[in-house]
């Protein structure tokens, strides 16, 4: 139910409109449309809404009676696509009674949008896609054969509580539908159109439903249902305001003047005697007069994304979805690292032309824009990064990721490519295991059972948001209790943003790593693209296979020190030095190397050629949709110059990413 309110379904559909058409005032604020010209169109659009609140509603429903027979192992008494079938009779029977006043606007993206939440998985704006991020807990499927996301419950009180957040995140989205109603009735009379008091009351109500469930699963802890309900990037709010223009749409101002054709902007108006017809086309890539942002949010992959190979051509290694490597083929640490979930990103869409888009930075001043998901030089890039090593877990390490170059490149909106240079600084903090077990045992942190003996992570024995030490923790945890766990601000409150794919999450901004355990930053020359990357290694008079150069002292001390290391006993240098050949390299650092041959250890020294594959977003972005797609990166990290952690990395050496998520154009 990530995205249960309502998203731009209708961006870019072409109007007919009949009749000349008054110029129309925008609600304002953070609410897209326009208030309606005629009371007749004011009572269209308020059915509408109502009818799509009982839609969501009647489908929650749907989707916890297939979840309790399931955990019953029980057929439902209803077919869950017969449910939905029937509540699906019922909007329609309420769009064909006020057909008649209604424009065809807003029957346009009424129709759309109803296809986009009625529809299957496969599309992650469907409730039936979304049905998966309220049934997150378990690991059958509720559905292994059909259209449903979601697993089983393992508990009769996990699934109490995930049917729960369904009927309130429907009551939720009926609320703030209902708030946007009484706006434009207000605002038709003369009134305010500020309904922020009313949806504050709803998320309110929504906060005080989560406050009474207390056998909740992590992954649907206080702060996701919170966040489902008023993230400005995923919250049933911010997706109601930013698409409230589907019902509420803001028709080109139109004047008769006789027989004839004018054209302004991006409507054209055709005059036949006292008739006017205008037809309102987006300007470009269905948005008039362009879109305004790309934005991308990761997600949680599956299946691979690229291959290391042989000089041969043979496959050494595959690349997981949503997996990141680094180092050399000599890395000791098990690869590959989770990269989180929910990190969120947006990209200004700055000159538009045909389908080709040219990208931008977006500040975090800009609206709806934070400094943790701007494209700005100091914006955070994602949440913080755990980099475990269960070898030895002293020299684990958290990232936090910084921009250092404002955000450049294109998108096609019709093929759904897309590629973004997006230089970063990556922070490093040894942190190593910040909860290590005591007395040979791990325990509760947090929650109502802090200290007591656990075993697994999630235990439910942690009550009252608390999780469980089992693992290793690199970066400080933010979890059910909202209160942050280690680092400076161990006990402040948190919002996590990314999910509990593991023992290392969920993490915070809010909760930033010990300072006194930081060891510098590196330099990340970072580009995404949703095409093919790839990165072959040279052999150097010094050494094989070497995909990312930094110069080191082999032939002139023989030290082994590569260019910038402070340690008293390497030459002095003033920083790091990339090279391609020795002869980018100065008489002190005169071998161009990474620490070891090849990619992506431990047995990665054979490693000629790496590959990342990634996916346009699947679908025309036009339709102003969410659209699946994989960025993929290949980059190069520098050495920490710090031994244990270079090391153990094998740095410098290699990088690769593969980034799932869902891409979006937006106003």
């Known amino acids: 139910m990530k995205r249960l309110g309502l998203v731009a379904a209708a961006a870019g559909i072409c109007l007919l409109v009949a009749g000349t058409t008054r110029a129309q005032t925008p609600f304002g604020g953070d609410d897209t449309g326009c208030l309606p010209d005629t009371k007749d169109h004011a009572k269209c659009s308020a059915a509408v809404l109502k009818g799509f609140g009982k839609l969501v509603g009647a489908v929650v429903k749907c989707h916890n009676k297939q979840a309790t027979a399931a955990f019953k192992m029980a057929p439902p008494k209803v077919a869950e696509e017969d449910c939905e079938n029937a509540a699906k009779a019922k909007f329609d029977a309420v769009v064909t009674k006020v057909t008649p006043i209604c424009s065809g606007a807003v029957l346009a993206g009424t129709a759309a949008f109803e296809s986009v939440l009625l529809g299957s998985k496969s599309n992650p704006q469907s409730l039936d896609g979304q049905n998966g991020n309220v049934y997150c807990e378990g690991t059958a499927d509720i559905d292994p054969s059909g259209d449903d996301a979601g697993k089983i419950p393992s508990t009769a009180d996990i699934l109490k509580c995930e049917n729960t957040v369904g009927k309130n995140l429907g009551k939720l989205t009926a609320g703030v539908l209902k708030c946007h109603a009484g706006m434009a009735k207000s605002g038709l009379k003369g009134g305010s159109t500020d309904d922020e008091t009313c949806e504050n009351a709803a998320v309110a109500k929504f906060d005080a439903g989560t406050a009474k469930l207390t056998t909740c699963p992590s992954c649907l802890n206080a702060a996701t249902q919170h966040a489902l309900a008023d993230s400005p990037t995923i919250g049933v709010t911010a997706q109601a305001d930013g698409s409230n223009f589907i019902v509420y749409p803001c028709p080109a101002t139109t004047t008769t003047t006789g027989a004839g054709t004018t054209t302004t902007g991006g409507a054209t108006t055709t005059t036949s005697g006292a008739t006017t017809t205008t037809t309102i086309a987006g300007a470009c890539c269905g948005f008039t ?348 990290v520098p050495p920490t110059f710090t031994g244990a952690v270079d090391t153990a990395g094998d740095l410098p050496g290699p990088g690769a990413v593969a980034l799932f998520g869902t891409a979006q154009l937006l106003p």
């Open 289 to 636: 007069p362009k879109p305004g942002r790309l934005t991308f949010t990761t997600g949680i992959g599956t299946g691979n994304s690229g291959t290391t190979q042989f000089s041969n051509g043979a496959t050494l290694i595959n690349l997981a979805r949503s997996g990141l490597y680094t180092g050399g083929g000599s890395n000791a640490v098990p690869l590959p690292y989770t990269v989180p979930d929910l990190g969120n990103s947006l990209t200004s869409v700055t000159a538009c032309s045909g389908t080709a888009l040219t990208l931008g930075n977006v500040l975090s001043s800009d609206p709806g824009a934070t400094n943790r998901n701007c494209t700005s030089i100091g914006c955070r890039f994602g949440p913080p990064l755990p980099i475990p090593n269960p070898v030895t877990p002293a020299i684990s390490v958290c990232v936090l990721n910084t921009v250092t170059a404002n955000a450049t490149g294109t998108a096609d909106c019709s093929t759904g490519a897309s590629a973004v240079s997006l230089p970063l600084s990556s922070a490093l903090y040894l942190d190593g295991d910040l909860f290590p077990q005591v007395g040979g045992a791990d325990h509760c942190v947090g929650g109502t059972a802090a200290g007591t003996v656990c075993t697994m992570n999630p235990d439910p024995i942690c009550t009252g948001g608390g999780f469980c030490s089992f693992g290793i923790q690199a970066c400080p945890i933010c979890p059910g209790d909202l209160k942050c766990h280690g680092g400076d601000n161990d006990g402040a409150t948190c919002a996590p943003e990314d999910s509990a794919q593991n023992s290392n999450f969920p993490t915070s901004q809010d909760c930033h790593p010990p300072t006194s355990q930081s060891i510098g930053s590196l330099p990340i020359g970072f580009g995404l693209s949703t095409g093919t990357m790839t990165a072959t290694a040279v052999d150097l008079p010094s050494q094989n296979r070497v995909f990312c150069g930094f110069c080191r002292d082999i032939n002139a001390l023989g030290s082994g020190c590569f260019a910038g290391d402070p340690n008293t006993a390497c030459p002095a240098s003033s920083g790091r030095i990339p090279c391609t050949s020795n002869t980018d390299c100065p008489a002190a650092f005169p071998d161009c190397q990474q620490r070891n041959p090849g990619a992506f250890g431990p047995a990665g020294g054979s490693a000629r050629t790496i590959t990342e594959t990634g996916s346009p977003a699947a679908g025309d972005l036009t339709d102003g949709l969410g659209h699946t797609s994989t960025l993929v990166s290949i980059f190069c």
